[in-house]
């Protein structure tokens, strides 16, 4: 009889089985945050109802309760609780607070994900290339499936299959990465050179960089459509600089057999970038930097920062107001240790006056992190190789995210990652 009466002082208390919702809070009481990423993806995978509360316990997740999903924040070492439908309204009428800078965004389809990248770069983000890539394995890590795909799909128009695409650590200017000085006998090193001449002669291109071009301008159409493009290290500033030298050779003789166009720092235009703006190519071409765009050692005034001094702040944005650059800055601390990289950090004094600055180091006058509109898509540059290995050199080993589950950086790129969820409903309002 006992028993029974405190079941029943009890049993409105007591989610169901498949009643109420897992909460996974991603403050800094979360023992995994970026599987979390992973489990808000499988909830939506499974046609669950599902929730990104911003700025609420550092942008917690929660969704439909089902005995899959409390088994896999088990398996996936995610710390979880499941709440009563009651409780998770009274949390969502907090968040509606207009005192409270927070939102309750419900996220809509899982999105369908590609990253660019060579063909033989499948394996945890390595490659015959000597380095890998911080997103590949970050969508491992997290358990988010994913396409690869590299310039013969993107020309053959398969971008539209995919809401969000990735670009891999890439030169779009058609110089191999400025590797010539260092790599040049380098067996990776003509492999991937032969690799991009055989698919330019077969598209039809006499250069690499009419190729790379090409991509960029269909990447570009992507975007302006209502896709969203990530981008990280050297795919940033040499997507735009590729953009900005479509009626101009950049390319020395060493990388496409002709010299270059006599006045082609002159005849950049900029109209045609994303991002940047009144720029200056590194005129040698042996010199491992693009441009003045980014935040160097080599190009002036010369980047000197201690390792342990190095580190970018994140911007508070009204999360009910502001909800994209909200998204995508979502973590649990504002301050987020910085890495290095071919392209580190964007000088401010290149960005074009609609780029909005997510994350900055602001004495050192650079923005780490950027955002922007094109047409009815929208795009991301996040400077830096990988957020856990501050110089991360070529030949070194992947970062295993097993040590870092955690990961601020990294957090910042999963973001991403699901910000296509959520942007549907918010076009809509």
Same mark, same amino acid.
């Given at each position: ?9 009890l ?45 609420y316990?550092?942008g917690?997740?929660?969704f ?68 890998d ?20 799909? %993107? ?37 991937? %050179? ?7 002669k077969?598209?039809g ?9 090409? %991509? ?40 496409d ?28 071409p ?49 301050? %987020? ?15 074009k ?17 950027i ?59």
């Amino acid at each position: 009889m006992r028993f029974w009466l405190i079941f029943m002082v009890l049993a409105p208390f007591m989610p169901l089985k498949g009643q109420g919702y897992i909460f996974l809070p991603m403050d800094e009481t979360q023992t995994n945050h970026l599987k979390a990423y992973g489990l808000a993806y499988k909830a939506l995978e499974l046609n669950q109802e599902v929730w990104w509360l911003l700025n609420y316990k550092g942008g917690s997740f929660a969704f439909s309760n089902s005995p899959e999903l409390l088994k896999e924040c088990k398996i996936r070492d995610v710390r979880s609780e499941v709440i009563p439908s009651g409780k998770f309204e009274q949390i969502k009428a907090f968040i509606a607070d207009p005192e409270q800078n927070m939102d309750a965004l419900k996220l809509e389809v899982a999105p369908r994900v590609a990253v660019y990248t060579p063909k033989e770069n499948h394996q945890l983000g390595r490659t015959t290339q000597p380095w890998d890539d911080a997103v590949m394995l970050a969508l491992t890590y997290a358990e988010i499936p994913y396409t690869t795909i590299y310039d013969d799909e %993107v020309l053959k128009g398969e971008l539209s299959k995919y809401d969000w695409l990735h670009l891999h650590h890439e030169d779009f200017t058609g110089q191999y990465g400025r590797f010539y000085s260092s790599y040049r006998g380098a067996a990776w090193y003509k492999a991937h %050179v032969a690799e991009l001449e055989g698919i330019a002669k077969r598209n039809g291109f006499a250069k690499v960089s009419e190729l790379k071009l090409s %991509v960029c301008l269909k990447i570009r159409e992507f975007v302006a459509g209502g896709g969203f493009m990530f981008a990280m290290c050297s795919a940033t500033d040499t997507y735009d600089i590729a953009l900005a030298a479509q009626n101009t050779d950049i390319c020395d003789a060493i990388y496409d057999g002709d010299p270059v166009a006599a006045n082609y720092q002159s005849a950049l235009d900029f109209s045609q970038t994303l991002a940047f703006k009144n720029f200056r190519l590194v005129e040698n071409p042996t010199t491992y930097e693009f441009s003045d765009i980014d935040a160097s050692p080599t190009t002036p005034p010369a980047r000197n920062v201690q390792e342990d001094q190095d580190f970018f702040t994140l911007f508070d944005f009204s999360a009910k107001y502001d909800p994209v650059p909200s998204i995508l800055t979502q973590c649990h601390t504002k301050t %987020v240790k910085a890495f290095m990289g071919q392209t580190t950090a964007f000088r401010k004094k290149s960005l074009k006056a609609s780029v909005l600055t997510l994350g900055e180091n602001k004495a050192l006058d650079e923005s780490r992190y950027i955002h922007g509109i094109f047409g009815n898509g929208f795009w991301s540059f996040y400077g830096g190789h990988d957020p856990e290995d501050y110089r991360h050199l070529v030949e070194d080993p992947p970062t295993d995210l097993k040590l870092h589950p955690n990961s601020p950086g990294y957090r910042l790129i999963l973001n991403n990652v699901l910000f296509p969820a959520a942007k549907k409903k918010k076009q809509k309002t």
